[in-house]
């Protein structure tokens, strides 16, 4: 079985996150989706609006994904790698170059974003709508 594993904070889900979880599925068989903890955001200085359980339910009901795990911490890739049995880490090609270093451990993928849509416009598009 090839496993896969992406990260995201996965708030406000729209089609350009199912496509994201679309792609990273048909690199492999079982797909592990990793999601931003709570504390993890506020590490971040990041603020979603789905709490991590809500996040994390909302991803578990996606046909795509087999799994979600908490992120806790930046340093934790490695250690999700080896422990889940990862052999390919996908992310979206704003963070190219940027987890490299795990090619040590399994085949590293940035996928293209999909255009038009990302939950930072969003967040602006209804600021913009209530002013």
């Known amino acids: 079985m090839k496993k896969v594993i992406t990260y995201g904070t996965f708030d406000l889900l729209h ?3 199912i496509n994201l ?8 068989d079982y797909l592990i989706v990793a999601i ?3 504390q993890f955001n506020a590490i971040k200085e990041k603020e ?15 046909r795509y994904v087999d799994e979600v795990i908490a992120e806790d911490n930046w340093e934790q ?18 963070w190219d170059g940027k987890f490299d ?8 993928v940035y996928l293209p974003r999909t255009e038009g849509i990302s939950t930072t416009k969003i967040k602006t598009e209804l ?5």
């Open 127 to 131: 600021f913009e709508a209530n002013q």
């Open 15 to 17: 089609w350009g996150h």
């Open 21 to 28: 979880l679309k792609r990273a599925k048909d690199l492999g």
């Open 101 to 108: 270093f795990l090619t040590e451990y399994c085949d590293v």
């Open 36 to 38: 931003s903890s709570d």
């Open 77 to 94: 890739k490695v250690e999700d790698v080896q422990k889940h049995g990862i052999d390919v880490f996908v992310m979206g090609d704003d």
């Open 48 to 62: 979603a609006y789905h709490s991590f359980e809500n996040r994390k339910m909302i991803l578990e009901a996606i």
